[in-house]
């Protein structure tokens, strides 16, 4: 069992997010977690109850869902939590899709007077939106239903918080709040080999010990592997995707540019390929 490197797990892995977050003797983690997110709108959370991940719709011809994480507080307000690793098509469709189970599970009650407990779902993403790229300090977004003209809330219960993480690139040393440190840890917890002294509070202390590896017994070290392999795979296939889709653009500006008449030198400076690749491009 020497495969896996790390000293930490990586929490973007599907086995690590739940080792983190989604058992019952590291609940005190979600609590905090969630507690540094909401706690100014919401108000503190004391307790949380896990809940089954997997929803069905009301009829057998509905769709299913099944979600990351799903937990309810003392109030009886519901928690969406999702780790998404890779973009997805109609992601946003899908959350807003998501969002209405625990919606659908209060209107089953047999006496309901249709006032609704609150819902919330988190995104933890590995990716940004498209139609967020021009915005790069901007990293956490808070949606609910508003007024457009004067963006007053119109409806409070219903709320969505995307946090999209390649963007949050703080060091260590420009940590200034609780929020920082965790989404820091998110980022970071299995590049790391020892507790920095800048995180060395009780919650987190907690969490760098249960994402120890060596703590692990065998099943759960293998379960980790496989799980990290999937994750790698996946990130090597979005990898090499990109990397194609970035030389098929070069290609089509270096075709275009020969056509133009520039000369290949010229070329080589915008593209990045090589004299003798232009000319290759120019004799075919």
């Known amino acids: 069992m020497n495969k896996v490197r790390e000293k930490y797990i990586n929490p973007f892995t599907d086995f690590g997010f739940k080792r983190l977050f989604g058992e019952e003797p590291n609940k005190d983690l979600l609590l905090d977690f969630l507690n540094v997110l909401l706690k100014d709108q919401q108000g503190e959370i004391v307790d949380l109850t896990y809940l089954k991940t997997e929803q069905l719709g009301l009829t057998e011809l509905d769709r299913k869902a099944i979600f990351d994480l799903y937990c309810e507080n003392e109030k009886g307000e519901k928690f969406i939590v999702e780790m998404q690793k890779s973009k997805q098509n109609f992601f946003k469709d899908r959350s807003v899709y998501y969002a209405t189970f625990p919606i659908q599970e ?5 006496e ?3 006032e609704l407990k609150a819902v919330y779902t988190i995104g ?9 790229k021009n915005e790069p300090q901007k990293f956490r977004y808070d949606i609910k239903l508003q007024d457009i003209e004067t963006n007053k809330n119109f409806y409070d219960k219903l709320t969505f918080i995307y946090f999209e993480m390649p963007k949050f690139n703080k060091s260590i040393d420009e940590l200034e709040t609780h929020f920082d440190k965790w989404l820091y ?5 299995h590049k790391l080999d020892r507790l920095p002294e800048k995180l060395k509070e009780k919650v987190f202390e907690r969490v760098f010990e249960v994402a120890e590896i060596a703590k692990f017994t065998r099943d759960e070290y293998l379960s980790y592997e496989d799980s990290l392999k999937y994750y790698r795979d996946l990130k ?3 990898d090499t995707a990109k990397e194609e889709a970035r030389e098929e653009v070069k290609e089509e500006v270096a075709q275009n540019s020969i056509k133009m008449g520039l000369d290949s030198e010229t070329i080589s400076k915008i593209t990045g390929f090589t004299v ?3 000319e290759k491009l120019r004799n075919h």
């Open 106 to 110: 209060q209107a089953q009650k047999s």
């Open 112 to 114: 309901w007077n249709y």
């Open 124 to 132: 933890i993403l590995d990716f940004v939106f498209d139609s967020d």
């Open 185 to 189: 840890i998110l980022k970071n917890l």
């Open 236 to 238: 090597n296939s979005l």
């Open 276 to 278: 003798e690749q232009i």
